[in-house]
T-cell receptor, first 113, second 114 residues
Framework: KAGVTQTPRYLIKTRGQQVTLSCSPISGHRSVSWYQQTPGQGLQFLFEYFSETQRNKGNFPGRFSGRQFSNSRSEMNVSTLELGDSALYLC????????????FGPGTRLTVT | AQSVTQLGSHVSVSEGALVLLRCNYSSSVPPYLFWYVQYPNQGLQLLLKYTSAATLVKGINGFEAEFKKSETSFHLTKPSAHMSDAAEYFCAVSFNFGNEKLTFGTGTRLTIIP
């Protein structure tokens, strides 16, 4: 099976702009979760989608949003970018059933200048 | 609050020596526990998981971990370190069935000394 794919891999944006990141889960997986990784805060949960519905949400401001499509692909959007949004954004794919494990993509490295 | 603590942000071991990375959790309900490894400029790779079956869990690349409820621990071990084991290791926990949220520890950077 193909793994989790994330596009783009690298992105440079300016403060105030918005950005959309994309994630394609493993075929057959219905759950997609997003995480932010920074040196200072570590790995933090953003949100999780299952069958096009947001099932869980972390403690991030409303500038961070996401959605999931009927083919399970997911997008994450960040509006009004701030310097502190510079991070590695990781997407994880899960079966959503009883196996519990999640498989991560390579991440999108976002730099805000 | 439920949490995960990884003791030691940096661990160095000699090639061929035992690797021991420590993880303790805090939870009022039975947890599901995971170890992930991250190589530079890559995502996270699942090493192994505990989901209330056998308490000694074997994973990939020769790693294993033992769930000890009495000690609320899930330490990761490997009998003989290899240079390729140099990476950052994360312990993670989830608590609710059907809830895919993972709570991660702060990570342990493993260095292998030739």
């Amino acid at each position: 099976k193909a793994g989790v794919t994330q596009t783009p891999r690298y992105l440079i944006k300016t403060r105030g702009q918005q950005v959309t990141l994309s994630c394609s889960p493993i075929s057959g997986h219905r759950s997609v979760s997003w995480y932010q990784q920074t040196p200072g805060q570590g790995l933090q949960f953003l949100f999780e989608y299952f069958s096009e519905t947001q099932r869980n949400k972390g403690n991030f401001p409303g500038r961070f949003s996401g959605r999931q499509f009927s083919n399970s692909r997911s997008e994450m959007n960040v509006s009004t970018l701030e310097l502190g949004d510079s991070a590695l954004y990781l997407c994880a794919s899960g079966g959503g059933g009883s196996t519990y494990e999640q498989y991560f993509g390579p991440g999108t490295r976002l730099t805000v200048t | 609050a439920q949490s995960v603590t990884q003791l030691g942000s940096h661990v160095s071991v000699s090639e061929g020596a035992l690797v021991l990375l420590r993880c303790n959790y805090s939870s009022s309900v039975p947890p599901y526990l995971f170890w992930y490894v991250q190589y530079p400029n890559q995502g996270l790779q699942l090493l192994l998981k505990y989901t209330s079956a056998a308490t000694l869990v074997k994973g990939i690349n020769g790693f294993e971990a033992e769930f000890k409820k009495s000690e609320t621990s899930f330490h990761l071990t490997k009998p003989s370190a290899h240079m390729s084991d140099a990476a950052e290791y994360f312990c993670a926990v989830s608590f609710n069935f059907g809830n895919e949220k993972l709570t991660f520890g702060t990570g342990t950077r493993l260095t292998i000394i030739p």
